[in-house]
């Protein structure tokens, strides 16, 4: 064996060997994600106003209490009353207290009802939203794994591709290579260069977003251990349909809506019912053209209210509201279709994902030996530098697809758990396990 031959071994042995790396798991990156993630936030202040729609509709029936005063300047002209003829100015107040206790109020009751299906709505979302940040971290954590995983292939590549370049250089050089040869490996060669500054770009921005989500600096990342790849769950199509149906937090908020939008139609056709209180006012009257004069006066009253005409507002409120109220209901049937789609998809997706990972491990150790008989061949000149850069080339890319595989199966995972609305803190745990040396 040439000094020149051997001096390829040392890069065809680093493209054999993995490096691995430990740092920061996935939980504490979704823990930092759940204190300051903004769409998060948004769905928690959504629940929080929503909290106050009932106690508002609740006021209604509750005891009011107010308070009333006024002072004022006045002139009048007094006359026709037992030879009456006096014009005078004076100044007058007034104190009241009324109080008023509502003893039907129809539109009160349905806008009880209505809070309560508004809080579901909004509960159903910051459901949603926290099994979404979840997906959304976990995604974006194995990301830059895998870029750290093709960037290294890609820089292994390169260095075992800059040994075959000088190889060639030095054999054309003493008289026992060809030109041939050194154009191709160094065709090969900036390729490869090419690929490892994609790698390296592709390994900034997965970091950024996984920054983005944790709004904070991404140091190592522990890395995945291997792992035995596990599809669906139960490993039927129709449970997980079933209970996507059942428990997916975007249907749950779209069938809440749909009832609000619902009650918001009976809100609106109440507005024509009578309205019936209980009112108790207590006054004190000062200052009148007579002198010393002072009314102080005490009441109670039962008082009824019903709207005849107004000029076709509720009518008109109710026609709204009768809108409204279909577009939620078909609004619903989307997400009900398009939630059923997604868990039908990452299903098959998680199904796949298996057999791609097998198949790609497979095709990751027939490269490998398809590159050591190669380089062995042309250790003993039965197969060219050609042979032996295409190999080298075949086994880089079966690593990169292997890297896609390997970290699609773990992805594939939590995005059914979401899909079907069952994501959960223990699902991160499960996964977070399958992490470090």
Request: no cysteine.
């Amino acid at each position: 064996m040439s000094a020149l031959r051997r001096t390829l071994l040392p890069a065809l042995a680093a493209l054999l060997l993995s490096p691995a790396v430990f740092g920061e798991d996935l939980l504490s990156a979704y823990q930092a994600a759940l204190r300051t993630d903004p769409s998060l936030a948004e769905a928690r202040a959504k629940l929080q106003a929503a909290e106050q729609d009932k106690p508002l509709a609740r006021s209604a029936y509750l005891p009011h209490l107010g308070l009333g005063a006024s002072v004022g300047f006045n002139t009048g002209k007094f006359s026709g009353f037992a030879g009456l003829d006096l014009s005078k100015a004076y100044l007058s107040n007034s104190y009241s207290v009324t109080l008023s206790q509502a003893i039907f109020n129809g539109p009160a009751l349905a806008a009880l009802k209505e809070a309560g299906s508004s809080i579901q709505a909004a509960s159903a979302g910051l459901a949603y939203a926290e099994q979404d940040l979840a997906l959304r971290v976990a995604k974006a954590y194995f990301a830059v794994l895998e870029a750290q995983a093709q960037e290294a292939v890609a820089a292994k590549q390169t260095k075992l591709l800059q040994s075959i370049y000088e190889q060639t250089e030095a054999m054309l050089r003493i008289g026992t290579g060809d030109i041939i040869s050194v154009r191709e490996a160094r065709a090969r060669l900036d390729s490869a260069k090419a690929d490892e500054i994609q790698a390296q770009n592709a390994t900034a921005i997965a970091r950024k977003e996984l920054e983005r989500l944790t709004h904070q600096p991404v140091g190592q990342l522990a890395p995945l251990r291997n792992y035995q790849a596990l599809g669906p769950q139960p490993d039927d199509m129709q449970a997980w349909v079933a209970a996507t149906l059942k428990s997916q937090p975007q249907i749950l908020q779209a069938e809440a809506e749909t009832q609000t939008a619902q009650d918001e139609v009976e809100v609106q056709r109440r507005a024509r019912w009578p309205k019936l209180d209980l009112q108790g006012i207590a006054q004190h009257v000062h200052g009148n053209p007579f002198p010393g004069f002072t009314e102080n006066q005490a009441g109670v009253s039962l008082n009824l209210s019903m709207p005849i005409f107004e000029g076709g507002q509720i009518s008109s409120q109710v026609q709204k509201a009768e809108a409204q109220s279909m577009a939620s209901a078909d609004h619903l049937g989307s997400v009900r279709d398009a939630a059923q789609l997604r868990v039908e998809s990452a299903f098959l997706d998680l199904k796949n994902s298996v057999a791609q990972l097998k198949a790609a491990k497979e095709a990751v150790q027939s490269a490998k030996i398809s590159l050591e008989g190669t380089r062995k061949g042309y250790e003993v000149g039965t197969r060219s530098i050609i042979d032996l850069l295409q190999t080298a080339t075949d086994y880089a890319r079966a690593e990169q697809q292997y890297n896609v595989a390997y970290y699609r199966q773990i992805t594939a995972r939590i995005a059914l758990k979401a899909a079907a609305g069952q994501l959960d803190l223990a699902d991160l745990e499960s996964i977070n396990h399958l992490l470090g040396s």
